[in-house]
Protein backbone atom coordinates (compact mmCIF):
# COMPACT_ATOMS: atom_id res chain seq x y z
CA UNK A 1 0.00 0.00 0.00
CA UNK A 2 2.81 2.51 0.51
CA UNK A 3 4.62 1.98 -2.36
CA UNK A 4 1.22 2.45 -4.34
CA UNK A 5 0.87 5.70 -2.92
CA UNK A 6 4.48 6.46 -3.23
CA UNK A 7 3.78 6.04 -6.90
CA UNK A 8 0.37 7.86 -7.25
CA UNK A 9 2.87 11.41 -5.36
CA UNK A 10 5.17 11.01 -7.76
CA UNK A 11 2.57 10.66 -10.70
CA UNK A 12 0.75 13.33 -10.08
CA UNK A 13 4.19 15.13 -9.19
CA UNK A 14 5.39 14.86 -12.56
CA UNK A 15 2.22 15.67 -14.09
CA UNK A 16 2.23 18.80 -12.31
CA UNK A 17 5.34 19.86 -14.13
CA UNK A 18 3.81 19.89 -17.47
CA UNK A 19 2.29 22.40 -19.32
CA UNK A 20 -2.00 22.96 -19.94
CA UNK A 21 -1.59 21.36 -23.21
CA UNK A 22 0.67 18.60 -22.31
CA UNK A 23 -1.16 17.53 -19.31
CA UNK A 24 -4.53 17.93 -21.59
CA UNK A 25 -2.86 14.98 -24.05
CA UNK A 26 -1.84 12.87 -20.97
CA UNK A 27 -5.51 13.43 -19.74
CA UNK A 28 -7.45 12.79 -22.93
CA UNK A 29 -5.23 9.96 -24.42
CA UNK A 30 -4.88 8.16 -21.15
CA UNK A 31 -7.35 8.82 -18.97
CA UNK A 32 -10.13 9.67 -21.55
CA UNK A 33 -9.50 7.11 -24.09
CA UNK A 34 -8.92 9.33 -27.04
CA UNK A 35 -7.06 8.28 -30.08
CA UNK A 36 -3.45 9.50 -31.33
CA UNK A 37 -5.77 9.87 -34.85
CA UNK A 38 -8.51 11.63 -32.63
CA UNK A 39 -5.83 14.14 -30.64
CA UNK A 40 -4.13 14.99 -34.47
CA UNK A 41 -7.32 16.20 -35.63
CA UNK A 42 -7.90 17.89 -32.69
CA UNK A 43 -4.68 19.28 -32.94
CA UNK A 44 -4.27 20.15 -36.52
CA UNK A 45 -1.49 18.02 -37.26
CA UNK A 46 -0.44 14.15 -38.16
CA UNK A 47 -0.91 11.20 -35.87
CA UNK A 48 2.44 10.66 -36.13
CA UNK A 49 3.35 13.72 -34.76
CA UNK A 50 1.18 13.21 -31.77
CA UNK A 51 2.71 10.04 -31.18
CA UNK A 52 6.46 12.04 -30.58
CA UNK A 53 5.11 14.56 -28.54
CA UNK A 54 3.35 12.08 -26.09
CA UNK A 55 6.54 10.25 -26.29
CA UNK A 56 8.29 13.47 -25.27
CA UNK A 57 5.72 14.18 -22.58
CA UNK A 58 6.15 10.86 -20.49
CA UNK A 59 9.86 11.52 -21.05
CA UNK A 60 9.87 14.66 -19.38
CA UNK A 61 7.28 13.16 -16.56
CA UNK A 62 9.94 10.07 -15.96
CA UNK A 63 12.49 13.05 -15.78
CA UNK A 64 10.27 14.88 -13.09
CA UNK A 65 9.77 11.59 -11.06
CA UNK A 66 13.51 11.16 -10.80
CA UNK A 67 14.26 13.82 -9.07
Not at 30 to 51: C, I, K, P, W
Amino acid sequence: EFEDIWKQDLLVRAFKTLAPQEREMIQVYYLDGVTQAELARRYETRQSMVSKRLKRILAKMRRAAER
